[in-house]
């Protein structure tokens, strides 16, 4: 009598334990989630090739150059005239703007001539300048674009550093669109493969103080192409309010 009671008093025992163990529920434990994909590491081709010491293109990383004659008051780049500021790209550079032979002495020509009155029939190269915070001081910096020959645009980030106005990012392509993400500026450009489409992302690097070209990507975006809409040349704004596309 007395073994079968200790029988019957375990089996209780294990139940009410099977009952307390499962009675809240599977929550926290644990799920098989099924069979896994073996992880394949890199493997190295042509592990004897000598590391290169040089890189093989130039994106202009790093580059910044200091607007010489531009005290913005108050380190406020809304302060600036964005004309002055590519003037002072011109009058820096001679050998590219002036002269017979420079190569864009015909952009040098039009943008002497924005702003004038009764300039003879030379649209003004400079589009309206956008502002937001892309270094991340709490300061607005100061993006321009300037069309260029051959349908290139011209693409110029400027920040103030020690009360003086920088240039952070200068870059020039044939253009799609230019957009803002964020902090980030990202060009789009025409591919010769159909469909395809370039698209480099340009971001605040702290430690070379400048925008460097983070990413460079070939993207399908199908067979048609983009609609391009003309763009104005009026007065600034502010980069969150910028059209997702800027074409040249």
């Known amino acids: 009598m007395f073994p079968s009671l200790r029988r019957v008093r375990a089996v209780l025992g294990l139940t009410v334990t099977a009952l307390l163990l499962t009675g809240c529920g599977d929550s926290g434990s644990l799920r098989g989630a099924g069979p896994t994909p073996t992880a394949v590491g890199p493997v190295r081709l042509w592990p004897q ?3 290169a010491s040089a890189p093989a293109v130039d994106y202009g990383e790093a580059d910044t150059v200091t607007v010489g004659g531009l005290t913005p008051r108050g380190d406020d780049l809304h302060r600036v005239d964005p004309l002055a500021v590519v003037l002072a790209e011109v009058a820096a550079h001679p050998d590219a703007y002036d002269g017979p032979n420079a190569t864009y002495a015909r952009t040098g020509r039009q943008l002497r001539d924005c702003g004038r009155r009764g300039a003879p029939g ?3 190269p400079l589009l ?9 001081d709490g300061r607005d910096d100061m993006v321009l674009g300037i069309r260029f020959p051959g349908g290139q645009l011209a693409v110029r980030v400027y920040t103030v550093e020690r009360h003086r106005v920088v240039q952070v ?3 020039s392509d044939r253009v799609i669109s230019v957009e803002l993400a964020d902090r980030d500026v990202i060009i789009r450009s025409p591919s010769t493969l159909p469909g395809y489409e370039f698209r480099t992302v340009w971001s605040w690097d702290p430690h070379q103080h400048a925008m460097l070209a983070t990413r460079d990507e070939i993207l399908r975006v199908g067979t048609a192409r983009p609609t391009r809409h003309p763009v104005s040349a009026a007065g600034p704004e502010r980069l969150g309010s910028a059209p997702s596309r800027s074409p040249r």
């Not at 309206?128 to 991340?136: C, I, N, P, Q």
């Open 128 to 136: 309206r300048a956008y502002y937001g915070d892309l270094t991340g």
């Open 122 to 124: 030379r649209q003004c």
């Open 169 to 171: 990012m200068g870059t």
């Open 49 to 51: 090739l000598s590391p």
